[in-house]
C-alpha cells in the first residue's frame, strides 16, 4: 500500500461519519492528466492534487474503476473528433461511490454510499476522487458489479442503440459483425443472445483463435468465423442463417466490404470504428441493385442529442436488467493499479488494432 492510499483512506472513512454541513475537509486525489497530445505513455503524468467539500448542488465521489477505452486513447493521440482544453484529464467512463455531497445535491436521489456512474461525456475519468455537479451523475444499482458498472455507458449502450435504431429486428434474424472479440463486439454478442437474435462474428485469425471461438460462442454467438473464412463461407448461401438484416462494422477495409456481400436485399450496415484505418468500400451495385444503406453511428453524439430522451433511462433500466439477471456481463478484462498506468495504457493498444482484453483502473 502506497503513502498517499494510507492517507486517503482514514479521510474518506470520516467522510461517512460527518454531515456534510460540520465538515472542513479535504481529500488529496491522484490524476492522470497531460497537457499536449501525444502517445498516452509518454504524455500522461500521474498528479496530485487537494479537492474540497462539494458545494452546493456538487457531489464528491471516490473512483472504484475506470476503463481505457479506445477513444480514450485516440483523444490522449489527438486522433478523436473531440479536442480536449488542456491539461486534460483522461477517460471518459468510471463507477465511483458516493462519500459527500453538498446541499441541495441530487434532489434527495443521492446519498453516501450510493454507486453513480458519470451521465455526461468529457469529464474526465482517471482520477481517484472527483467532484461533480449532481446533474452529472446517474445512481446504478448496487448488486452491479465494478467491472460492469465502469463499463456500461460506453459499448452496452452503442450495441444497444446499433441493434435498436437502424433495423426492425425479430427473433431468428441474423446480424453480422466484425471486430466480435472487442469490448463492444462482446456486448453485442450478449444483447443478440437476450434478444433471441443470430449473431455471427467476425475476427482476425490468431492461433489462440479455436479458444477465443469457444469464448464468444459461450456469450451467445450462433458462430465465429476468421476474416479469410468470411469471404468463402456458405452460412447464408445455403440457408443455414438467414441474410444478415444488420452488418455492424468497426474494422472498415477489406473487412467491410466481405460482410457487405452478404447483406440481405436492404440491408444496412452501420460504422462505428475504423480500427484498419482503411475506408469503408461501397460497390455500386450494392447501392443500386441491393438498396444497401452504409451509415455511421457516434455514441457521443447520440448521447449529447437525447440528454432527456425518455428511450436513454430505458435502455439503462433495460440493461441493468440484463445484468442483474446475467445475460450481460462485463468484457474479458484485468484491472490494474492506478499507478501502473503506463503499462496498462502501452498494451491497451497493438499494432494490429485493440486487443480483446479491456484494462480496468482499479483504485
Known amino acids: 500500500m502506497s503513502f498517499l492510499t494510507k492517507q486517503v483512506l482514514p479521510i474518506t472513512k470520516q467522510f461517512y461519519l460527518m454531515p456534510s454541513a460540520t465538515r472542513n475537509m479535504s ?128 459499448n452496452p449502450c452503442t450495441g444497444y442503440r446499433m441493434l435498436k435504431d437502424f433495423v426492425s429486428l425479430k427473433p431468428g434474424d441474423t446480424v453480422i459483425q466484425n471486430g466480435a472479440n472487442s469490448a463492444c463486439g462482446q456486448a453485442i454478442i450478449q444483447l443478440c443472445r437476450a434478444w433471441k437474435i443470430e449473431c455471427v462474428g467476425i475476427v482476425r485469425d490468431r492461433p489462440e483463435f479455436s479458444q477465443l471461438k469457444d469464448y464468444l460462442k459461450g456469450l451467445g454467438a450462433a458462430e465465429i468465423l476468421t476474416e479469410e473464412e468470411l469471404r468463402t463461407t456458405k452460412l447464408f448461401k445455403d440457408g443455414i442463417f438467414r441474410k444478415p438484416k444488420l452488418a455492424l462494422n468497426c474494422v472498415g477495409g477489406k473487412n467491410a466490404l466481405e460482410m457487405s456481400r452478404h447483406l440481405d436485399q436492404a440491408g444496412v450496415m452501420v460504422t462505428y470504428g475504423g480500427m484498419s484505418r482503411e475506408p469503408v468500400i461501397v460497390p455500386t451495385a450494392s447501392l443500386i441493385f441491393k438498396d444497401l444503406r452504409f451509415v455511421g453511428f457516434w455514441m457521443t453524439r447520440w448521447t449529447k442529442e437525447n440528454v432527456d430522451n425518455p428511450q436513454r433511462s430505458e435502455m439503462f433500466n433495460e440493461l441493468f436488467g440484463l445484468i442483474d439477471r446475467g445475460a450481460l456481463k462485463a468484457p474479458a478484462h484485468e484491472m490494474i493499479p492506478f499507478e501502473d498506468y503506463e503499462m496498462a495504457v502501452t498494451n491497451a493498444l497493438n499494432i494490429q488494432g485493440f486487443v480483446g482484453k479491456k484494462y480496468i483502473f482499479n483504485f
Open 27 to 154: 481529500v488529496m486525489a491522484k490524476v492522470l492528466r497531460y497537457g499536449e497530445f501525444g502517445e498516452p505513455a509518454k504524455v500522461l503524468r500521474l498528479q496530485e492534487e487537494t479537492i474540497s467539500d462539494p458545494k452546493d448542488d456538487e457531489v464528491l465521489i471516490k473512483t472504484l474503476g475506470a476503463p481505457i477505452n479506445p477513444a480514450d486513447i485516440n483523444t490522449i493521440q489527438g486522433k478523436y473528433p473531440v479536442k480536449p482544453v488542456f491539461p486534460a484529464v483522461g477517460g471518459n467512463e468510471c463507477v465511483g461511490e458516493v462519500v459527500a455531497i453538498g446541499r441541495g445535491s441530487g434532489g434527495g436521489q443521492l446519498k453516501v454510499g450510493d454507486r453513480v456512474v458519470p451521465f455526461a461525456t468529457g469529464l474526465g475519468t482517471w482520477r481517484s476522487h472527483a467532484i461533480y455537479s449532481a446533474n452529472q451523475l446517474m445512481k446504478v444499482p448496487a448488486n452491479i458489479g465494478v467491472a460492469e458498472a465502469a463499463t456500461i455507458t460506453v
